[in-house]
């Protein structure tokens, strides 16, 4: 009998270095282009200034929804609705603090509702969030270049990146 521990592996990755607005916004349209994203939970991590909410705005607007797109900092979520019906929640856990807010804001309900669903600042509502199906690490190098990581958590996150891939 074999006492080996098990093979674990890796999840699905994909290194990006966005060195302008236009590769933010040109990543953002391909992305959004996926017919997959549509019920996709997307989970941002990255510092105050990475281009998280940057990278959320060029989503939204490749997916068509107009009018101003706001960072939710203080109001933890925004809906949005692409013009083909398609209900996007943008989420900013940064200041949340209490896992009451969960329930009390509907959260629970917005995150089992169709659509797709984008969260800044994950870690904060960590024990509460289902896996993200695609997670992006943002950081900013020395030269304002974005250095981003994708990461897949789930097999809908695992066929977005192989299609990004193509």
Known sequence: MSHHAPIVESPPTLALTWHTEDDTAAFAARLAARPLLRNAFIALHGELGAGKTSFVRHLLRALGVTGPIKSPTYAVVEPHQAPDGLAISHFDFYRFADPREWEDAGLRD????????????????????????????????????RRVHLVAGTRVGEQLLQELRA
Do not use: M, N, S
Not at 117 to 143: F, G
């Open 110 to 145: 917005l995150f089992a509702a169709p659509g797709l669903k984008l969260a800044e600042w994950p870690e904060h509502a960590a024990p509460l969030l289902p896996t993200a199906d695609l997670t992006l690490r943002l950081d900013v190098d020395a030269d304002e270049r």
